[in-house]
């Protein structure tokens, strides 16, 4: 349920952002059919890339995300790209988007080999999507040192902190935890037990599985007054 609940925050999000820019590209296109710009070539193209969980124990979920960003950077090719004020021309221009995707089976095995092959690609990738956890918690330090803008799912601590350049949309999978133990020890007390309850965790043994039990979340729970 927790899962469930965490994607759906993620998928509404997420939604709302490409609908926010998809809105910005329709108004653009028309501003720039009337300047001419659909009448050019496209001056050239940005790149983005995603690495995910497209066939592994997690892709239920997060097919659905890679999904609806191929969509809609399908949809904003098809209506003529990315239209922009060119600040050296002086006039509206237009480029395209290529995305690029890797599939790392919710595994972290995979994960350098697939970023060096889309990070390197041409041209420069601007930004990329770390659906996967393990994919999320590994590239941080690499998405820094490239400057390639992160964003990921929710994970565990190491995609946000320290600081780098990578951005969640979400909590972290040890706040969610720590939340629903809030909530279910107040639920526990409010319905008249007095004894200690019981906390385990009954997961995968994968990055996405272990990312919620860390010993912050672990200390947070047992001071709640579960016996994990």
Same mark, same amino acid.
């Given at each position: 349920?927790?899962?469930?609940k965490?994607?759906?925050?993620?998928?509404?999000?997420?939604l709302?952002?490409?609908?926010?820019?998809?809105?910005?590209?329709?108004?653009?296109?028309? =501003? %720039?059919?009337?300047?001419?710009?659909?009448?050019?070539?496209?001056? &050239? @193209?940005? +790149?983005?890339? !995603?690495?995910?969980?497209?066939?592994?124990?997690?892709?239920d979920?997060?097919?659905?995300?890679?999904?609806?960003i191929?969509?809609?950077?399908?949809?904003?090719?098809?209506?003529?790209?990315?239209?922009?004020?060119?600040?050296?021309?002086?006039?509206?221009?237009?480029?395209?988007?290529?995305?690029?995707?890797?599939?790392?089976?919710?595994?972290?095995?995979?994960?350098?080999?697939?970023?060096?092959? =889309? %990070?390197?690609?041409?041209?420069?990738?601007?930004?990329?999507?770390? &659906? @996967?956890? +393990?994919?999320? !918690?590994?590239?941080?330090?690499?998405?820094k040192?490239?400057?390639?803008?992160?964003?990921?799912?929710?994970?565990?601590?190491?995609?946000?902190?320290?600081?780098?350049?990578?951005?969640?949309?979400?909590?972290?999978?040890?706040?969610?935890?720590?939340?629903?133990?809030?909530?279910?020890m107040?639920?526990?007390?409010?319905?008249?037990?007095?004894?200690?309850?019981?906390?385990?965790?009954?997961?995968?043994?994968i990055?996405?599985?272990?990312?919620?039990?860390?010993?912050?979340?672990?200390?947070?729970?047992?001071?709640?007054?579960?016996?994990?």
């Amino acid at each position: 349920m927790m899962r469930m609940k965490m994607n759906v925050w993620l998928i509404l999000l997420s939604l709302g952002i490409f609908m926010a820019g998809s809105s910005f590209v329709m108004f653009g296109h028309a =501003l %720039a059919k009337e300047k001419g710009a659909l009448d050019r070539d496209p001056i &050239g @193209s940005v +790149a983005i890339f !995603e690495i995910n969980d497209l066939t592994g124990p997690t892709s239920d979920s997060c097919v659905p995300h890679h999904n609806g960003i191929w969509d809609v950077v399908r949809d904003v090719n098809e209506k003529g790209g990315i239209i922009y004020n060119d600040p050296k021309m002086g006039k509206k221009e237009r480029v395209m988007i290529k995305f690029g995707w890797g599939d790392n089976k919710a595994q972290a095995g995979p994960v350098p080999t697939l970023y060096e092959r =889309l %990070a390197n690609a041409s041209p420069k990738p601007i930004m990329c999507y770390m &659906g @996967s956890s +393990a994919a999320a !918690e590994t590239v941080p330090p690499w998405t820094k040192r490239d400057k390639i803008v992160q964003i990921s799912g929710p994970s565990g601590q190491p995609t946000w902190y320290p600081p780098m350049w990578s951005f969640t949309v979400t909590p972290d999978y040890p706040a969610d935890a720590c939340t629903a133990a809030w909530w279910a020890m107040k639920d526990w007390k409010s319905k008249g037990h007095t004894e200690a309850p019981g906390w385990a965790w009954f997961t995968l043994d994968i990055p996405f599985g272990r990312a919620p039990i860390k010993p912050e979340s672990e200390a947070y729970i047992k001071s709640l007054g579960f016996k994990i």
